[in-house]
């Protein structure tokens, strides 16, 4: 069923979300706690429409990773369902690894070998021969721009073409379902964006259904025409990107005051003001929403002036992911982010 | 069927990243040479002790060094699974459908091919230095079929362990922890009817011995093949189980990522 429905879109050149289709990816109530105690998921669900790219977003140690290590056969969850191209990953392990490519979070590239010998190599496994397998590494070798490059151990390879490559690998089968864990984490932003066009064309023109994990919000905004937030093990949000936005009212204002003994005096000169709510900061800086940002600027501005406090900068931007993190987990982005790679390394 | 198709292809990956390696092939192979020239060296009048039963020392020595050289190539094959676990090669290769087996025994297809080229190149250099086998070429090449049998459970060990631990230095450590006891307990140096009492009971139960033991006989002028073939099956039979734990220890791996 997922397969008709992935070759049709691929010949029709596009790739549209069909609700009637069933879920290429579906996670219900996971839960895993690794020894030790520490619980990674806590009963993480949601769902993913054939051709579509679905973005799982959190900070560091939210579990991401553990999620795409269950859906790809490499760990087991404790309990709930998980089903991948209507397999079920923890009955059919082996039908499951046919059906998916996977981009780990290492690289998985062979660094003593070449370019074309670790796609062979990866081609073989799959039960990939011949002329087939031959033609199959060649062309995407020269879609990613390797071919240049394919004969050289990829020990010499930069960053960027590690990632390229190692993307290629997770396609020389012709996935349905591709899993890509933290694509462009540690790229340059040239190569990301690289990456970023990537992806897109995977789902837009060949209908392979991602689901791409990433730490940074603005990727996710950009990629996942869906997305779940993810905190502590579990999905606090979930939604098209403009949806959960949207879910913001308004704008949100961002202050930064000369002096940082002012903060407290200004919150409390800021609430006096209806129009902003929301009013948090740290240090010199503080933030809050308005309905219509750039109309209660000089308001606030003004009021803080009169009470002899200095702005040193002011700016009005829409809701942008990170204030959706911030109201759905109730702390900052970066915050947890780094209290996660904290815990990671401890 | 699959799993004999993947195994060649990971030996095949195996053999060609060890044949970039020129320097690490040259440590390979200079390294036995050493050991032959400098213990034959060293204990060469060993044998007028009474009773040490071997007409010159570099003619006991030379099968000696053959399974000792094995036995240590074999020990750090776990070295390979460490990195294909820090690059993230395993990890790919476990969420594909490759065979769990073949991740084994590629390494030790790899390792067998490398045991065979050393021990040729050591017995060469022992008749270069005047030892006589008067087993002949039959002797050599079941002295050597015993080298490999030994070098394939110490293989897969190092590998499971490699999978359990997860550290270079836990490899390294069980391996130089394992070994070199294990070659000193074994008449790879020393004949076996000078070792004391207990020592002589000990030996009996160690692999190591059974394939210095047999290929020494192989290489005798009336070898006694019953024991040596009975060597052998033990050697064989140890690999199995050995290969079966290495394959058991990717579940106790998947289970901890």
């Known amino acids: 069923m997922a397969h008709a429905e992935a070759l049709n879109s691929f010949e029709s050149g596009v790739a549209r979300p069909r609700q009637s289709a069933p879920p290429a990816i579906e996670v219900r109530d996971l839960v895993k706690t690794y020894r030790g105690g520490v619980r990674a998921l806590d009963g993480l669900s949601f769902s993913v429409h054939a051709g579509t790219i679905f973005g799982l977003v959190g900070p560091n140690g939210a579990g991401k990773s553990t999620t795409v290590k269950i859906l790809t056969t490499l760990s087991r969850a404790d309990s709930g369902i998980a089903k991948v191209a209507s397999l079920d990953v923890m009955q059919e392990p082996a039908r499951v690894r046919l059906a998916i490519g996977c981009v780990g979070q290492k690289s998985g590239i062979d660094s003593a070998s070449t370019g074309r010998e670790n796609l062979t190599l990866q081609g073989r496994v799959y039960g990939l021969r011949g002329k087939e397998l031959r033609e199959g590494v060649a062309g995407l070798l020269e879609r990613f721009g390797l071919a240049q490059a394919g ?31 933290e694509p462009t984490t540690g790229l340059d932003p040239e190569a990301r964006a690289d990456m970023w066009r990537e992806i897109t064309r995977l789902a837009n023109e060949e209908g392979i259904t991602i689901l791409l994990t990433t730490h940074y919000l603005e990727e996710a905004d950009r990629l996942a025409q869906r997305l779940a937030v993810v905190d502590r093990g579990r999905v606090v949000a979930e939604g098209t990107p403009e949806d959960l936005k949207r879910g913001l009212r308004g704008d949100t204002i961002h202050m930064e005051l000369a002096q940082s003994e002012d903060a407290e005096r200004s919150r409390g000169v800021l609430s006096g003001l209806a129009e902003l709510r929301e009013i948090a900061g740290e240090g010199r800086q503080l933030h809050a929403r308005a309905d219509r940002g750039a109309e209660t600027v000089p308001q606030a501005l003004a009021a803080l002036e009169s009470a002899g406090i200095k702005v040193a900068s002011i700016t009005v931007s829409r809701p942008s992911l990170d204030d959706v993190y911030l109201r759905h987990a109730g702390r900052a982005f970066r915050e947890a982010d780094e209290a996660g790679a904290e815990r990671k390394t401890t | 069927m699959t ?99 073949a991740l084994i025994a590629g390494r030790l297809v790899q390792l067998g091919v490398v045991a065979v080229i050393q021990s040729v190149l050591i017995v060469v250099l022992g008749l270069i230095m005047g030892a006589r086998f008067p087993g002949g070429i039959l002797g050599v090449v079941v002295l050597i079929v015993c080298a490999v049998l030994l070098s394939l459970p110490v293989g897969a060990l190092s590998c499971a362990i490699a999978l359990l631990a997860r550290k ?48 020494r006989m192989a290489l005798s002028a009336h070898p006694d093949w019953g024991s040596v073939l009975a060597r052998a099956v033990l050697l064989a039979a140890l690999s199995v189980v050995s290969a079966w734990l290495a394959t058991r220890a990717f579940r106790a791996y998947q289970r901890s990522v």
């Open chain 1, 151 to 181: 004969d050289r151990v990829t020990r010499t390879y930069s960053g960027g073409m590690q990632r390229k490559l190692d993307v290629a690998m997770g396609l020389i089968h012709r996935p349905q379902v591709l899993f890509l864990d």
């Open chain 2, 3 to 101: 799993a004999v198709t993947h195994s060649l292809y990971m030996a095949v990956r195996h053999m060609r990243n060890l044949a970039r390696q020129p320097l690490y092939i040259m440590f390979t192979l200079v390294q036995p040479v050493i050991w032959l020239v400098l213990f034959g060296q060293l204990f060469k009048n060993i044998v007028r002790l009474p009773g040490f039963g071997a007409p010159s020392y570099v003619d006991f020595l030379t099968p000696g060094v053959v399974v000792m050289t094995v036995l240590f190539g074999a020990g750090w094959s776990g070295m390979g699974i460490i990195h294909d676990l820090d690059l993230g090669v395993m990890d790919r290769f476990l969420v594909s459908p490759v065979s769990r087996v």
């Open chain 2, 168 to 215: 270079e230095e836990t490899v390294i450590g069980a391996s130089n922890f394992i070994l070199l006891p294990l070659t000193f307990l074994s008449s790879v140096f020393m004949a076996e009817s000078l070792m004391p009492a207990w020592m002589q009971t000990v030996v009996r139960f160690n692999p190591v011995q059974w394939a210095a033991d047999a290929g």
